[in-house]
């Protein structure tokens, strides 16, 4: 049987769809009783089911919230969408989530679909080349926060880990650690802005302290150890402390498991990374990691959205929460 719709109850009942709209959603009060009474006969003979969706977007809102992420399969996203999820429901709304894989492309259609759904407002994971800002913003009217990155050209909420500052710290305690030669090995720090921070707090370090690095460039999510294995290699110093600085959660195992093949020794050769704390603690030896508050991150960024939702208002609203540096035996 083909799905009922409002127009064909208003069909049924001889009025109008606006009347039968007002009638689903509590206005008794502009309708007789007559019409009232025509109007849920039709509903009981046709076991009609009104869609909540349809319902919502006639209202003041749909009680959605489009949450955008570039990467949903690590444990840093995982985190990120369980502080969204608890404050969201909490507030009683729902979230609906995609996964641009760090891709423009995929960013706008997800941002398309969801505008198409009706949410009331975006948490977002904004790729560099982010093109929507305008369209959701002045077009469509609906507020946005951005968490873990931050686009300096757009003036906009957002909630973020102290990156540059975590990893500037931890690369000068390295270099009291004795650390003589520094390597990092990073994807395109173009695509994010917290990659650009990660990079620059790395590289800093070392320019105000007078030492040279090396860099590798390794493609995002790609197999990529036979590249790390002739570039170690190739830049390790037996005679020297070496330290290795990988600031992609997805690239530290396996830069962890190059380094075991060819059994460089740590802590000689020093390995700090991102996040991964279900297997970094676990590992031998295990490996020192710049902990982001992920869950954290997640709650605040709904709580300022939930914020303007209610609030009707858009104001800039930013805040920046601290890194945890846990060191462990991969580093002296």
């Not at 190739?234 to 290795?244: E, F, G």
């Not at 031998?284 to 902990?291: G, L």
Request: glycine share 6%; aromatic share 8%.
């Amino acid at each position: 049987m083909a799905k009922v719709t409002i127009k064909d109850i208003a069909t049924l009942a001889q009025t109008s769809k606006t009347t039968v709209s007002f009638y689903l959603n509590g206005k008794f009060e502009k309708m007789s009783q007559e019409t009232r009474e025509r109007i849920a006969k039709v509903i009981r003979e046709t076991n009609y089911k009104p869609s909540a969706l349809a319902r919502s977007l006639n209202d003041k809102g749909s009680r959605l919230i489009g949450v955008l992420i570039g990467d949903i399969t690590n444990t840093f996203s995982n985190q990120i969408v369980k502080g969204i999820e608890d404050v969201a429901h909490a507030s009683g709304y729902q979230v609906i989530i995609g996964n641009s894989d760090y891709n423009s492309e995929n960013e706008d259609r997800y941002i398309e679909n969801m505008l198409s759904l009706g949410v009331d407002g975006f948490i977002i994971q904004p790729t560099a080349s982010f093109r929507k800002y305008s369209r959701i913003i002045n077009e469509e009217r609906k507020p946005m926060v951005f968490f873990d990155s931050q686009l300096y050209e757009h003036k906009t909420s957002w909630v973020k880990a102290n990156n540059y500052d975590a990893v500037y710290d931890a690369t000068t305690s390295c270099l009291q650690k004795g650390y003589e030669d520094f390597i990092i090995i990073t994807a395109d720090t173009s695509l994010l802005s917290t990659r650009i921070e990660r990079a620059s707090g790395f590289r800093d370090a070392l320019t105000d302290a007078g030492i040279a690095h090396q860099t590798l460039i390794i493609e995002d999510k790609k197999d990529e150890t036979e590249k790390i294995k002739a570039f170690l290699l190739h830049n390790i110093v037996p005679a020297r402390k070496t330290l290795i600085f990988v600031p992609n959660c997805w690239a530290l195992p396996m830069v962890f498991t190059t380094m075991k093949s060819l059994q460089i020794k740590m802590p000689e050769v020093g390995l700090i990374g991102f996040d991964n704390t279900e297997w970094t603690g676990l590992s031998s030896p295990t490996v020192s990691t710049i902990r982001q508050p992920a869950y954290e991150e997640g709650r605040q960024a709904t709580k300022l959205l939930v914020g303007h939702i209610e609030s009707g208002e858009v104001d800039e609203r930013q805040k920046v929460l601290d890194c945890e540096i846990n060191w462990q035996e991969s580093t002296l």
